[in-house]
């Protein structure tokens, strides 16, 4: 039978009523069983009177009878569950498990009241036009103007696009029920594109025209989710490689969220967290936040450490939003990157640099740029602007003028202080995610809510390493070897630290034996320091990926930094002002900001004290503090901890390893009766034993190679490291119980080679 011969049977079969044989409609199957028998009752009642409306009349639309309903069915299951499918269903955009936040699976029937209530009120949040029913209507309305013909060749059309639909089936539905069954199995929005698709596919123009009018906002809607999910859904991770990228939802381990309510941050640099609400907060209820006088928040910020992945936390609320259904009542969220503003304010705005805030929504986001409903009061959605402290111009919050209409073109300057003060979009939240010594720059007043992102918990450092492995004993080779030193467990906190310690060590046991001894360190502080710089040549100088080079000024900017590291070790204090830098020869902004190795101190609530700032942990002042010694000892040949007049001059001779040794001597020394040296000795230590880690070194801070004790062939070098040795071992022996083990890993440095 050929296919033609086949449309036509299914066309024309018929039950022995001569009207076609239907499948029950999938909505009336979700009713209550109370509703399906009073409505057998009245339609018993019905029969039986004569003269009485019939439940059905004949209409035109398809071959036989069809049911003819003066309304839709729009229960209250249907209507809180807009996403119902099939178990072997087509979704669009839901193709993982969607059993997190705000699930769109049906839910169990219940009996408390109350329940039903919420159930109810989260329905309601949900924006009409944005709802199934809406959707119904609008696709029953559009397909109603077809003949017989152009709906068979619509369905046939809708098979072609989405094969799980069965074209038999297809056939047999008349419009209530194909427009039904669409919806039940692939969700709303797809079922309302995939009747666009159809309908231009036949040449039906006009209705198409009408159907994309009268749903636009879901259109626009579910374009949007499209996009985020192919923005978000993976995640690159340093360097972006071919085959290197990990999906967002298998690594991802939401870092501790608390809400500052005025008092310190609670951090690794060891601010004072009296102020931050010690319970923790899911990252899809950051916008169910309240200001003091209960009215929901418009504005917040969220804040955090250099690699404390806020980037990562707005991609994960994104994706909730767009893949899981969470934030129903936010119709649409809108990610504009203050990096990515920045670069268009610099490099792709029109010679006038001014544009209007529905163009600029509109470069990024098609359709969105003639829409007229993100001004009215009903139109609840999120402008989701990460990394602030990518947009280097300085916004004047004072001297800026006043624009409040969505179409006035203006400097981005203006459009953004606008935004932030409430004029413009009024009906938008606004979500500013950046560092601190960036986001204290807002004025207060623009600001309902502050949250911190504080980093990993022990349990979250675990989890997230062992996400990242198929290799279950790789991971747990891993996460063990990790903790056997406890500074760097401490700095784990950090997740970018942590994927750092996943990187490195899975490179590492790829060598037999490798394991046996607890890690080294100082190679992670110098790959900490070395990418951050990178990372700021990148954001903020705008060099590209391939071509980062540091220069002398770079180089001279890490010097001092170190310098001010060591001026604080000795006075035994881990947090400076801006009279300190200024001492330094250090730019405030530079260093606070853009370096990504300190950060601004969060003042204590009802104080005006002056800004303070520190490094991001302790221990990386301690680490700075003996970079500094390192490069002065390696680049001009004197010993800082020494007075001025003890340089060591080396014109004559090579930089012989003695002299090294001599320098460590120095400071094995300086840690006797200060234990707050015993960190720069450390790392003095394994600044001077061989390893790739001087390899990075070189070409950045070095010209040519460091002095090493260890790495160098010859007698006169394994006399130079035995001595050394011997010094630790020495050193070991005679100190007191709490420093010997500072003294055995600072061997373990100076010697160890399992890189």
């Known amino acids: 039978m050929d296919s033609d011969s086949e449309v036509e049977n299914i066309l024309h079969g018929s039950g022995e009523d001569g009207r076609m044989n239907r499948p029950p409609s999938s909505y009336g199957s979700m009713r209550s069983e109370e509703e399906e028998d009073e409505e057998e009752d009245l339609e018993r009642s019905s029969n039986s009177s004569e003269g009485a409306n019939a439940p059905f009349v004949p209409v035109q639309g398809g071959a036989g009878l069809q049911l003819f309903r003066a309304t839709y069915p729009e ?115 797809y079922a309302l594109k995939l009747s666009i698709n159809g309908l231009e596919s036949i040449k039906k123009i006009t209705e198409a025209r009408d159907l994309k009018e009268k749903c636009k906002r879901v259109m626009l809607c579910f374009h949007l989710k499209q996009q985020i999910l192919r923005k978000f859904k993976v995640l690159y991770e340093g360097v972006p490689r071919p085959g290197k990228q990990q999906l967002l939802d298998t690594i991802y381990v939401q870092p501790r969220i608390s809400r500052r309510l005025g008092a310190g941050i609670e951090s690794a640099s060891g601010g004072g967290g009296s102020g931050n609400d010690s319970s923790p907060m899911n990252v899809t209820d950051l916008l169910r936040l309240r200001r003091d006088n209960g009215e929901p928040v418009r504005t917040l910020v969220t804040t955090g450490l250099p690699g404390i992945g806020m980037s990562v936390v707005a991609a994960r609320f994104s994706m909730d939003w767009a893949e899981r259904g969470a934030n129903k009542d936010i119709q649409f969220v809108i990610p504009l990157s203050f990096e990515s503003l920045w670069s268009f304010q610099k490099f792709q705005l029109p010679p006038s640099k001014e544009m209007s805030i529905m163009e600029v929504i509109g470069h990024y986001y098609q359709g969105f740029g003639d829409v007229s409903f993100l001004d009215e009061p009903d139109c609840r959605f999120l402008l989701l602007m990460d990394s602030f402290d990518c947009y280097l111009d300085t916004l004047n919050w004072k001297k800026t003028p006043v624009v409040s209409d969505s179409r006035t073109a203006a400097h981005l300057d203006v459009l953004i202080v606008n935004l932030i003060r409430g004029n413009l979009l009024p009906s938008a939240c606004i979500w500013i995610l950046g560092r601190q010594a960036a986001v204290s720059n807002i004025p207060p007043e623009f600001i309902d809510a502050v949250t911190d992102i504080d980093g990993f918990s022990d349990e979250m450092k675990d989890d997230y390493l062992r996400r990242r492995f198929q290799d279950e004993n790789l991971a747990e080779n891993i996460v063990s070897h990790y903790k056997r030193r406890p500074v760097l467990r401490a700095l784990c906190q950090q997740p970018f630290v942590c994927w750092l310690a996943a990187t490195a060590f899975q490179r590492c046991y790829r060598y037999q034996g490798y394991g046996k001894h607890p890690p080294r360190i100082t190679p992670f502080y110098i790959h900490v320091m070395v990418i951050q710089t990178n990372r700021k040549l990148q954001r903020y100088c705008g060099q590209s990926e391939n071509h980062l080079k540091w220069s002398p000024e770079d180089v001279h900017r890490m010097r001092s930094l170190g310098k001010l590291a060591l001026t604080m070790v000795k006075k035994q204090a881990w947090v400076f002002s801006q009279q300190d830098l200024k001492e330094h020869n250090l730019d405030t902004k530079e260093i606070t900001l853009f370096s990504g190795l300190c950060t601004e101190k969060v003042p204590l609530l009802g104080t005006s004290e002056p800004k303070q700032f520190c490094f991001i942990h302790p221990t990386f002042q301690e680490f700075l503090a003996a970079m500094y010694i390192f490069m002065v000892f390696h680049l001009e040949g004197w010993n800082v901890l020494e007075e001025p007049s003890r340089k060591l001059f080396l014109s004559k001779v090579p930089r012989a390893a003695e002299s090294a040794v001599d320098l460590l001597r120095c400071v094995v020394k300086q840690t006797r009766g200060a234990p707050h040296m015993d960190m720069v000795l450390l790392f003095l230590c394994g600044m001077m034993s061989r390893g790739n880690h001087n390899d990075m070194l070189r070409g950045k801070l070095f010209q040519a190679p460091a002095p090493q004790l260890a790495g160098l062939e010859g007698t006169r070098k394994l006399q130079e490291l035995e001595e050394a040795r011997k010094l630790l071992e020495q050193e070991s022996k005679c100190a007191p119980a709490d420093r010997r083990a500072n003294l055995e890993d600072c061997l373990r440095e100076l010697v160890q080679e399992d890189e």
């Open 75 to 189: 229960t209250l299951h249907t209507q809180t569950t807009q996403h119902t499918k099939q178990q072997d269903g087509c979704i669009i955009y839901s193709r993982e498990d969607t059993s997190g936040v705000n699930s769109p699976e049906p839910p169990p029937p219940v009996e408390d009241g109350d329940q039903m209530e919420d159930e109810e009120a989260d329905s309601e949040r949900l924006h009409p036009e944005l709802a199934m029913p809406h959707v119904f209507k609008s696709i029953m309305d559009v397909l109603s103007r077809l003949s017989v013909e152009d709906m068979t060749n619509f369905k046939i059309r809708v098979h072609r696009e989405e094969k799980n639909v069965i074209l038999p089936d297809l056939l047999q539905w008349d419009n209530l029920d194909l427009v039904d069954k669409l919806i039940e199995q692939l969700g709303h929005d």
